[in-house]
């Protein structure tokens, strides 16, 4: 059976500082990975996903994610965050298998706060 | 162009009773998601539709749970009778690309159910 686990269910951190999101994987088969961000009263967006080719994928919002399989990881980094960053991120997966693509399995989520 | 748009936003109800949450996806898109989260708990998987098919029902937790899209378009999950463990988010979601996995899912805002 795959799982995602997300380390840190609250993050707590100043404006303009960096920050890491982690996030592990477990699968028997091989996986597209992706993170998710909900907003304060909002859905959830599709922030970044790895499929394939290099291993570092970046948001136009200046989060970044490295895919590290050897490690079965994908931790979400902002080098400076912002006010307008505070939300709840969520890692997932779904399986490299035909008509599987949509069962996505998630994390628990973590919840990035930005203080002033 | 409109997004995945779910109805109603929130209901309370009460224990025994039925709910219907509706789903309109994306114009065009085949396939549509049903996800929710209880309270505390990751977001879980609960059916996928191609078009008016049943493609994978798995993660629906019992038969008080019925799921329909009539003609390919709209979606509903109804609860009949709810419980208490049935509170928490209804997510709809929708993707274009029949069977392709890693293709980008697009999440409605849910919709918050609470049984008492």
């Known amino acids: 059976a795959q799982s995602v686990t997300q380390l840190d269910s609250q993050v707590p951190v100043f404006e303009e500082a960096p920050v890491e999101l982690r996030c592990n994987y477990s699968?028997?088969?091989?996986?597209?990975l992706f993170w998710y961000v909900q907003y304060p009263n909002q859905g959830l967006q599709l922030l970044l996903k790895?499929?394939?080719?290099?291993?570092l994928v970046e948001s136009i919002n200046g989060f970044e994610a490295e895919f590290n399989k050897s490690q079965t990881s994908f931790h979400l980094r902002k080098p400076s965050v912002h006010i307008s960053d505070t939300a709840e991120y969520f890692c997932a997966v779904s399986l490299m298998i035909y008509n599987q693509g949509g069962k996505l399995i998630f994390g628990q989520g973590t919840e990035l706060s930005v203080k002033p | 162009e409109a997004g995945v748009t779910q109805f109603p936003s929130h209901s309370v109800i009460e224990k025994g009773q039925t709910v219907t949450l509706r789903c309109d996806p994306i114009?065009?898109?085949?396939?549509l998601y049903w996800y929710r989260r209880v309270m505390g708990k990751e977001i879980k998987f609960l059916l996928h539709?191609?078009?008016?098919?049943?493609?994978?029902e798995s993660g629906m937790p019992n038969n008080r749970f019925l799921a329909e899209r009539t003609g390919g378009t709209y979606s509903t999950l109804k609860v009949q009778p709810a419980e208490l463990e049935d509170s928490g988010v209804y997510f709809c979601a929708s993707s274009g690309r029949r069977g392709a996995s890693g293709n980008t899912i697009y999440f409605g805002e849910g919709s918050w159910l609470t049984v008492v």
């Open positions: 699968s028997s088969v091989s996986v597209y």
């Open positions: 539709f191609v078009k008016e098919s049943k493609q994978d």
């Open positions: 790895y499929l394939s080719g290099s291993t």
């Open positions: 114009s065009g898109h085949d396939n």
